[in-house]
């Protein structure tokens, strides 16, 4: 696709519910990131893939996150009983190769989750 | 670690300069990058420093001193449409590309 596509994104999520959020990459990007954006502060990292390998998790806030890109494009996020401070923009990104140098990181517009 | 300050906000006027400063603390990096996003919007990517110096894109210049942990991005000319919040992000060496943020600047420009 021509840009980073991300679903859906808006959502309404009940505490204790479980979410999963969407992610197209830029067609042919081996690499892809998620991350999260409170409401002021800049993106912070959650987990990486290179291709279908998740090569760090370390971002990840607990064991309700989880996130897999079974066939090395779409990747899924998901979230499992929902509490109220995961409320934010969940980004994602992706690039062309393997970060060596230069290469840009390009994101898509995030899906905003809101737990009440 | 990783332990990056911007300010916080800044105002400027149409057509004037502006200088977004960046400091930063690490134990090794791969690249400087800057990044621009409008409320509501994806963060876009304005410009990239590996070594010192300055890297010059039409209104837009960043600045890199490796040795003293410092950036800073220059706009030029400034219209309305530059009003975004500016991000500073260090790639960290061997961490598999990933970049972490400053937590941005809020910049306003007034007519």
């Known amino acids: 696709g021509a840009g980073v596509s991300q679903s859906p994104r808006y959502k309404v999520a009940k505490r204790g519910q479980d979410v999963a959020l969407r992610c197209d990459p830029i067609?042919?990007?081996?690499?892809l990131f998620w991350y999260q954006q409170a409401l002021g502060q800049g993106p912070e990292f959650l987990t990486y893939f290179q291709n279908e390998a998740q090569l760090d998790k370390s971002g990840l806030p607990s064991d309700r996150f989880f996130a897999e890109r079974p066939e090395g494009s779409v990747s899924t996020l998901k979230i499992q009983r929902t509490q109220q401070e995961d409320s934010a923009v969940y980004l994602c990104?992706?690039?062309?190769?393997?970060?060596?140098?230069?290469?840009?990181?390009?994101f898509g517009e995030g899906s905003w989750l809101t737990v009440v | 670690g990783q332990n990056i300050d911007q300010p916080t906000e800044m105002t400027a006027t149409e057509g004037a300069i502006v200088q977004i400063n960046c400091t930063y603390q690490t134990s090794g990096f791969n690249g400087l990058f800057w990044y621009q996003q409008h409320a509501g919007e994806a963060p876009t990517f304005l410009s990239y420093?590996?070594?010192?110096g300055l890297e010059e894109k039409g209104r837009f210049s960043s600045f890199l001193s490796r040795s003293k942990g410092y950036s800073y991005l220059l706009l030029k000319e400034l219209q309305m449409k530059d009003s975004a919040s500016y991000h500073c992000?260090?790639?960290?060496?061997?961490?598999?590309?990933?970049?972490?943020f400053g937590q941005g600047t809020e910049l306003s420009v007034k007519p």
């Open positions: 067609s042919g990007h081996v690499s």
């Open positions: 990104a992706s690039s062309r190769t393997r970060i060596g140098s230069g290469n840009t990181i390009y």
């Open positions: 992000a260090v790639r960290p060496y061997n961490q598999g590309g990933k970049l972490i």
């Open positions: 420093n590996v070594l010192d």
